[in-house]
């Protein structure tokens, strides 16, 4: 599941010293209690026995939000995959413009200030398998994640034989299910 929607502005202009500088508030920042999750998501989270998410405000207070009472697993294995920044004075563009721009970059090699592609790819593999783990040990694991790395999970969980008939969750507290194959 992807975590409910910060509570941070995301219409302001900025050069790339300043969008290093929103990435830091971003990550310290929780969610906007005025967009709740749905019914639905509550009831999807409460089916799970055992909650796993990320050390980041957003992901430890949208499963408070959901009602779960006890999170298993907290760990910063489980944070958004890193964006890279820069100390440019300009240009001054977009926020949305920043984030295209630095992951583009970052997936042709570009990291600075954040971990390389590579090593977060790894890291995804590695939290894909942990989940499958937990789940194999706890039946039903809801994860509190994020929005890229929650993508590049679901591709590993795919590779290691889970299916979903659910793309990774884009949107704010959207969620995915994910199914061992039977054998």
């Not at 967009?35 to 957003?58: D, G, H, I, M, W």
């Not at 398998?129 to 590993?156: C, K, R």
Request: proline letters at 5%; a positive charge.
């Amino acid at each position: 599941m992807r975590h409910g929607k910060p509570k941070i502005d995301t219409r302001r202009r900025l050069n790339a010293s300043d969008f290093g500088v929103w990435v830091e508030q971003y990550n310290a920042t929780g969610i906007d209690a005025e967009y709740p999750p749905t019914r639905e998501t509550v009831a999807k989270a409460s089916q799970c026995t055992f909650t796993v998410c990320s050390n980041l405000p957003r992901s430890l207070e949208s499963a408070r939000t959901l009602g779960i009472e006890r999170i298993g697993v907290c760990s910063h294995m489980f944070r958004e995959m890193e964006i890279p920044h820069a100390a440019w004075r300009f240009p001054t563009l977009s926020l949305q413009a920043w984030l295209v721009f630095f992951r583009l970059a970052w997936a042709l090699g570009y990291s600075a200030n954040a971990e390389s592609f590579k090593s977060a790819k790894a890291r995804a593999r590695r939290c894909a398998e942990l989940l499958a783990s937990l789940a194999s040990t706890h039946d039903t694991v809801l994860f509190v994640g994020h929005g890229t790395l929650n993508w590049f999970v679901a591709g590993y969980l795919r590779r290691m034989g889970w299916i979903s008939a659910d793309s990774p969750p884009r949107k704010y507290w959207e969620h995915s299910v994910f199914h061992i194959r039977p054998t």
